[in-house]
T-cell receptor
Framework: DAGVIQSPRHEVTEMGQEVTLRCKPI?????LFWYRQTMMRGLELLIY????????DSGMPEDRFSAKMPNASFSTLKIQPSEPRDSAVYFC?????????????FGEGSRLTVL | DQQVKQNSPSLSVQEGRISILNCDYT??????FLWYKKYPAEGPTFLIS?????DKNEDGRFTVFLNKSAKHLSLHIVPSQPGDSAVYFC???????????FGKGTMLLVSP
C-alpha cells in the first residue's frame, strides 16, 4: 500500500510568488491534516479535513494561506503571496477517523524555501 | 504558547545505555499521549502511545511513563542503538480521535 504522497519534495521560490503544495492521502483514510515544521515552533497543525470538509483551520497563519480538498484522494495547500517567513517543511498526514490518534500517517514533507 | 514542551533540544547517549526523553504538558484536557520518531528527510512515524488511564506502556526496547499529577511523560529506550538516532516528538490529544499537539522535538544521538 502506498503511503501519503506529497509533492513537490523541495520548492525554492521568490518572495511574492504563489506556492502550491499537493498531497495524496492513503486510500481509505478520511481525515487529512496539514502540519508545518519550523525550528522555532516545531510541528504546528495548520488545518484538517474530515470527509473532505475543513473542520478546523485555526492554525492557518493568515489569509495568504488556503487549503482545499476537492475529493478524497487529493488536497492542496496554497500560499499566495509567499514570504521568507513561510520557509519550512510542510507535512501532510492522514488517518481513518475511527482509529486512535496514534494512527496518523505522515508523508515525507515538502521543504519550502522562499527567498 | 506551547501546550506540549520538550525542553531538551538534543541528547547524546552511548550505545547500550539508556536514553530518557522528557515531555511536559500544560493542558489538563489531554488524555492521550504519543511519541513519534523522525529521521532526516522523512515524515514522523508513530512509535508508542499511552492513555491517561495508565502510567506505563512498554513495547520492546521502548517504554513510556506518564505522571498525570506532574503533567509529565518520558520515553525510555533501553538499550539504545545507533539506529535510534533521530528526532523524537512528543504529542498529546484531548480524546483519542482528536487532533495532535506536538512538542518541538528532541534530537537523540546514539554513538557507537
Amino acid at each position: 500500500d502506498a503511503g501519503v504522497i506529497q509533492s513537490p519534495r523541495h520548492e525554492v521560490t521568490e518572495m511574492g510568488q504563489e506556492v502550491t503544495l499537493r498531497c495524496k492521502p492513503i486510500s481509505g483514510h478520511n481525515s487529512l491534516f496539514w502540519y508545518r515544521q519550523t525550528m522555532m515552533r516545531g510541528l504546528e497543525l495548520l488545518i484538517y479535513f474530515n470527509n473532505n470538509v475543513p473542520i478546523d483551520d485555526s492554525g492557518m497563519p493568515e489569509d495568504r494561506f488556503s487549503a482545499k480538498m476537492p475529493n478524497a484522494s487529493f488536497s492542496t495547500l496554497k500560499i499566495q503571496p509567499s514570504e521568507p517567513r513561510d520557509s519550512a517543511v510542510y507535512f501532510c498526514a492522514s488517518r481513518r477517523t475511527a482509529t486512535v490518534a496514534g494512527e496518523l500517517f505522515f508523508g515525507e514533507g515538502s521543504r519550502l524555501t522562499v527567498l | 504558547d506551547q501546550q506540549v514542551k520538550q525542553n531538551s533540544p538534543s541528547l547524546s547517549v552511548q550505545e547500550g545505555r539508556i536514553s530518557i526523553l522528557n515531555c511536559d504538558y500544560t493542558n489538563s484536557m489531554f488524555d492521550y499521549f504519543l511519541w513519534y520518531k523522525k529521521y532526516p528527510a522523512e515524515g514522523p512515524t508513530f512509535l508508542i502511545s499511552i492513555s491517561s488511564i495508565k502510567d506505563k506502556n512498554e513495547d520492546g526496547r521502548f517504554t513510556v511513563f506518564l505522571n498525570k499529577s506532574a503533567k509529565h511523560l518520558s520515553l525510555h529506550i533501553v538499550p539504545s542503538q545507533p539506529g535510534d538516532s533521530a528526532v523524537y516528538f512528543c504529542a498529546a490529544s484531548a480524546g483519542r480521535y482528536s487532533t495532535l499537539t506536538f512538542g518541538k522535538g528532541t534530537m537523540l544521538l546514539v554513538s557507537p
